[in-house]
């Protein structure tokens, strides 16, 4: 069964409340008919499958489907994303797939940004996949948004 789950504003959905407010919004598309779409940052859950809205940055947060994973992913295919408006070059939004244990391949993962850097994203449905980090030095699997306010889909 290829069943995924796509994380739909989980590179910053963000939309301009007021005159130069950052939001970031991170929305779920849960396919696999199972599990719980969980977004957690700071050791703190903020989403069990809703919609959630950052009024400000979003830092260090890490969403997963919840197929018994342990309390951070651990398990199971993890998305880590980072969703801040750039003050300068290079210091915007940062989405990756993980799969560097203890988290392994447990379900077809995705990420898209929208609202901006429209596309970009990964997609990971095997346990080879070239778009997750395998190991820390695999940089290249990291995708950036130079864009105020960016969606992520």
Not at 5 to 27: S, Y
Not at 50 to 55: D, E, P, Q, R, V
Not at 59 to 85: K, P, Q, R, S
Request: proline share 3%; aromatic share 6%; net charge negative.
């Amino acid at each position: 069964m290829l069943s995924s789950l796509k994380f739909a504003g989980l590179v910053a959905a963000a939309f301009v409340a007021g005159a130069q407010a950052e939001t970031h919004t991170v929305t779920f598309t849960n396919l696999c008919g199972e599990g719980v779409p969980t977004l957690k940052a700071n050791g703190v859950t903020l989403s069990t499958g809703g919609a959630y809205t950052s009024n400000g940055p979003l830092e260090a947060a890490i969403a997963y489907l919840d197929v018994g994973c342990g309390a951070n992913g651990e398990g199971c295919t993890m998305v880590e994303t980072t969703l801040v408006n750039p003050t300068t070059a290079g210091s915007g939004s940062s989405t990756d797939i993980t799969l560097i244990s203890p988290h392994t391949f447990s379900v077809t993962t995705g990420f898209g940004y929208y609202n901006g850097c429209d596309g970009a994203g990964a997609d990971c449905t095997s346990a080879s996949c070239s778009t997750a980090f395998h190991v820390s030095t695999d940089t290249g699997v990291q995708v950036a948004c130079q864009t105020d306010n960016v969606t992520d889909l």
